[in-house]
């Protein structure tokens, strides 16, 4: 059985990588990593999460996300193996310890006698190896520059990362512990703020310096990670419906709503970092400490990491991809993770799962069948290789999967029925493939 190259440590690649291992087949597991790292690279493990700790939704019966992870802990996700047992208090969320989540997985994959781990940048891409690029969407200028010549031009767009907050300095006698609605074990951090208050916040929003952006080639920002600025630019009132908003934050000290509230979120287990929700940015650091500050909970906050931006890149995979996540002019190589247009952590490692479980069928001579649509792994790989003229990033959501073949007026229950049906496809599919 020939070598399997993946290049990038990922998520996608980490994922594809244990799957692939685990089933005898070896692995060359290439990242630049620990000799190289991106501008928003902080350590030297795999599997590093550099945008949020929170992995979204665990709901399975109410959210796509939720429903994603199912199916994927179902088929035997490392990613999510590791985020359930390094989980921290998150409301219905499931967020994570980001240390004790990379040190997982990476431990996971330097105890697999199959996976060979390079440290190197890779800049050519041979089309008669098998290949998985998962190289991310901070793939460097080389290689990207090769994998132009396999797909054509790629689409790039700006992604912005929120500042980590101590807890310690942030003014509890002007916040207060709770989560929406009071769903979920009251986990996050409100920040409200009055009227006057958010006005003047947003005056020096709009005016504050940004950072200068270097290495790009258009400005281009995805709404998915919209840094909090150019939000602010869009309306007075766009935060307050936004990273901002108040609806469902009752005040213990009023017994009302604020005007505007900003959420802040556990980033590790002891409770000692807390992310800014919803406020990635480009500021100057200088400007994120004078700007922040206006919000009175954070009036004396000190920062474990300021907000950064750098680029994400993604390629046409509607052109050029099979529903397998394998090229359709070069069917040894493989993408997978947010280089193939899917949005957000757990989607890009679903996307190295599924891309390592067909290509084992392959490499065992076996007929590849690939997932049902009706499951949310499907119906992500449906989206991203279905004709799009206007092809943009997408993330898990009930929107993507096929109608049920009735007609359910309530909303809750037809997600219900969605996961329902998405489950027992799930359930049909492990057993073809023959997972235990």
Same mark, same amino acid.
């Given at each position: ?58 709901? @399975? ?11 994927? +802990? ?47 940048? @890779? ?17 460097? =200028?080389?290689?990207? !520059? ?19 907050? $101590? ?5 509890? =006698? ?5 989560? +929406? ?11 409200? &703020? ?33 840094? @909090?600025?150019? &939000?602010?630019? +869009? ?31 556990? $980033? ?7 992310? &800014? ?9 200088? =400007? !994120? ?48 993770? !947010? ?36 499951? @949310? ?38 997600? +219900?029925? !969605? ?18």
């Amino acid at each position: 059985m020939q070598k399997v190259k993946i290049i990038g440590g990922g998520l996608a690649g980490a994922e594809a990588a244990y799957q692939l291992a685990k089933r005898g087949v070896k692995v060359a597991l290439y990242d630049i990593k620990p000799l190289q790292k991106t501008p928003a690279h902080k350590s030297d493990k795999y599997a590093e999460l550099v945008c949020s700790n929170s992995l979204k939704s665990n709901d @399975v019966y109410g959210n796509a996300a939720g429903l994603l992870k199912e199916e994927m +802990r179902l088929l035997g996700s490392l990613v999510i193996d590791a985020a359930d047992k390094t989980r921290v208090p998150a409301g219905n969320a499931l967020a994570v310890d980001r240390e004790k989540f990379a040190e997982y997985i990476t431990n996971k994959l330097k105890e697999e006698e199959n996976i060979e781990h390079i440290s190197e940048e @890779v800049t050519d891409i041979d089309t008669d190896e098998y290949t998985i690029i998962a190289s991310g969407p901070l793939t460097t =200028e080389k290689l990207s !520059q090769n994998i132009k010549t396999l797909v054509g031009d790629g689409l790039s767009f700006y992604d912005a990362s929120a500042p980590i907050i $101590e807890f310690d300095s942030i003014d509890m =006698e002007n916040a207060f512990f709770g989560d +929406r609605y009071d769903k979920g074990n009251g986990d996050h951090i409100n920040c409200p &703020m009055n009227k006057e208050e958010y006005l003047a916040f947003m005056d020096a929003l709009r005016s504050a310096k940004r950072a200068e952006l270097h290495g790009f080639e258009n400005s281009a920002v995805f709404e998915g990670c919209m840094p @909090v600025e150019v &939000m602010a630019e +869009r309306g007075l009132d766009t935060l307050r419906f936004g990273p901002l908003k108040p609806v469902g934050l009752t005040d213990p000290k009023t017994g009302r709503w604020a005007y505007a509230c900003l959420q802040l979120r556990k $980033e590790d287990a002891d409770g000692i970092m807390y992310n &800014m929700v919803g406020f990635q940015t480009n500021l100057l650091w200088g =400007e !994120q400490k004078r700007v922040f500050s206006l919000i009175p909970a954070l009036k004396n906050a000190e920062y474990f990491r300021y907000g950064v931006m750098h680029r994400n890149t993604f390629i046409n995979s509607p052109k050029v991809l099979n529903p397998d996540y394998s090229l359709k002019e070069h069917d040894k190589v493989y993408f997978a993770g !947010q280089i193939t247009g899917v949005e957000g952590y757990v989607e890009s490692a679903a996307s190295g799962l599924m891309a390592a479980l067909y290509l084992s069928k392959k490499l065992n001579g076996e007929k590849v069948e690939t997932v049902s649509d009706k499951t @949310v792994l499907g119906s992500l790989a449906k989206y991203i290789t279905t004709e799009n003229k206007d092809f943009q990033p997408m993330n898990a959501n009930f929107g993507i999967l096929p109608p049920m073949d009735r007609i359910i007026r309530d909303k809750a229950e037809r997600k +219900r029925a !969605q996961a329902e049906r998405s489950l027992a496809e799930i359930s049909r599919f492990k057993e073809d493939m023959e997972i235990e």
